[in-house]
C-alpha cells in the first residue's frame, strides 16, 4: 500500500515524503510516474520505491520546489535535500 515513508528500495536508497511540505503541485508524478501518486488528500506517496532508478529519483527530489522529497543514499548519508554525499555516496 502506498504511503509516504521512509522506504528503502531494492538498491537501498531511502525514499521519504514529508507531507507537511507536500503541496500537490504533483512535479513527482511527472517525472517519477512509476515511483510516486497522489493520495486521496492529494499529498504524494510511494507507490513503489524500485519504479525509477536513483537518478530519476534525484530528478524528482530536485524538481519538487518545496523540497518534499528526501533522499538517503544507503550508506545512510542524505543525497537531497541538502546533499551530504552525490548519487555513488562521495562526500559533496
Not at 45 to 72: R, S, T
Amino acid at each position: 500500500m502506498p504511503d509516504s515513508g521512509p522506504i528503502k528500495n531494492d538498491k537501498g536508497y531511502q525514499i521519504q515524503v514529508d507531507r507537511d511540505l507536500c503541496v500537490t503541485l504533483a512535479v513527482c508524478l511527472g517525472l517519477a510516474p512509476n515511483t510516486f501518486e497522489l493520495d486521496a488528500e492529494g499529498k504524494a506517496v510511494i507507490k513503489n520505491p524500485n519504479g525509477e532508478d536513483a537518478q530519476i529519483l534525484l530528478e524528482a527530489c530536485k524538481g519538487c520546489p518545496v523540497n518534499a522529497i528526501i533522499f538517503h543514499h544507503p550508506n545512510g548519508k542524505r543525497i537531497w535535500p541538502d546533499p551530504e554525499v552525490d548519487l555513488d555516496g562521495n562526500p559533496i
